[in-house]
């Protein structure tokens, strides 16, 4: 009986994301005349390739006439493993538009333009492995401020095919391997079923499997090397795929540079952990830090959800305003331990992830002080590796952006170009030379962040010109689905998020300091991620990754936690349709989400105040 449910599902599984990949083959570079070298351009060229004279002519050509500062050229014959690899990891047309989107490379041979690898800062690898290369493009993509392609030559020989760096390969287009292999196996092992359960409905859901790949590149750009057998003998060469896979131990570069920043942390967690936990707090506080209110009460407590290091938090929240706060607060120290490896070091790649999101959210934000202010300069406050600014950009492209940060991120963003200047520093020690200079200041999901919120909003109050506006968005501790997704609602995001205000409490603390309220976003600001998180972060708690300052585990629990991600994807991918549909069609319906904005003009205090 399973397999009449199962088969139709695997067929349409199966058709439906061969279809997804075959749009994904990158277009065939057409032969131009012209010239093979261009002193504005830079070849990157794995070891082995031979870049023939025709593909050089035909992508200068093509980089100047559709003004691109990157281009990867990738071998129509690339062996098909990495050619699905490929399609897997990079969309042709997303990496077209967006600045946002993650770079991605077949690792055979990139065309970039000169300055923009100045620009980025990276040094040329000289007999760079296909992972390598792969590395480099991600890294410089950011940066590329015309725009990046991706075709496919059809004169370009590929090296062949090496197994044994391919867990190298996907680490460096930003894949878990263990997690890719996971994958992979689900459509193999839900075959398999349908064959044990009835052979008839069986055999034709393994000819949909085995005819997959020729769905994907029959009459493509690209013709794979070793297509037919990965294809009409797929039962066998898939498992002799995943095998040589997994026992590659070969590292790339940026592998072997992270294993150095591994050996580091090695070192220095269990030095930092030795005397315990405790001196990372502070004394716990009987009164509210927001109205002085004794009447506190405790509304969680968690582990530290993200990175799992040891310590246990608690949110307490005030019975008479309803500001919720971290209480005992974490000491300079403790944040500074908590915070380590999280966006930086061995976070740095994760945290990019993250914030490569969809740039709606960014677009909104942006155009929230359109009816009251046209910004001559804008200064983002918290900017990260300036993702918001990159697509504020677009919405106002002749507005001047400049960030301002304590991490080493802000330095980032700015040889990225996606800011104009970067402040490294405390907002509240740079606002008095900052003051004056910036029509706009924003702060998004920055001042739960921060110790003394009270502090900050002093110094947008400062830094504001008369009739400046100060743009705020934070999550909403009022947000009615909060409790139902009990500590894994991604909000609370302990230890880092040391206040969440209720929106009036904002508000009568900016109109303290003359910053008027001209606009308030509740519904629109809500941000469709809560079910998907919580499914992620239970996951994550699970089975996380074995980080340095993590106890050993077997070997056999590390099996068992592949299987639970294998589980947990499907669940996530459920998870976000619920969060798109039903949880943003109550948020929409109730005006009031996770988050919330505030817009709020500086018109100085009353005389007498
Ligand atoms: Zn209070």
Known sequence: MIDVVLVPLIVIGLVLNGLRLRARVPPALRCAPGVSDDVNFTWI???DTSLDDETRRAAVSFARSENLDLVDVVPADLPITAARDLLRAVDPRTLRSGRLAPGGSAGAVVLADTALLKRAEVSEPSQPAPADVIALARQIRPAASRGAAIVT????????????????????SGNLAWLHLGLEMVPYALTVIALAEGWQLGLAAAVVYCLQPYLIFAGTAMHPRGLPAAALLRAVHA???????????????AQAEYDAKLAEAADYYPKALAGGTGRFFEERRN?????????LTVRMRSPDIVMHKPGT???????????????????????????????D??????AETLFNRDDEPYRARARMPEPFVTPKSWLDVGTGYGHFCATAREVWPDTVFDGLDQGAGVEEAERRGWISTGHRGMFPDLA???????DVISMHHYLEHTREPFAELDAAARALPDGGCLLIELPDPQWRLARFFGRYWMPWFQPQHQHLMPIGNLTNALAQRGLRTVAIERGRAHIPCDAVAAVLLAAWRIAPLAWPWSPPRPRAERAVRGLIWVVAVPAAVVARALDRSLVAGLARRWDHGNAYRVLARKEGLPDGD
């Open 345 to 350: 070091g061995l976070g740095a790649a994760g």
């Open 287 to 295: 009164d509210c830090p927001w109205c002085g209110s004794g009447a």
């Open 153 to 172: 030559a059809p004169r370009l020989p590929a090296v062949p095919e090496n197994l044994a760096q391919r867990r190298s390969r996907l680490a460096a």
């Open 313 to 343: 938090f608690t949110l307490q929240q005030c019975g008479d305003c309803g500001h919720v706060f971290q209480n005992p607060r974490l000491t300079p120290e403790g944040l500074s331990f908590y915070y380590r490896d999280a966006y």
């Open 45 to 47: 060229t794995s070891q």
């Open 432 to 438: 008095a030379e900052l003051a004056g200079r910036y």
């Open 239 to 253: 498992p002799y795929v995943w095998v040589l896979t997994s026992m590659g131990r070969w590292k790339s570069a």
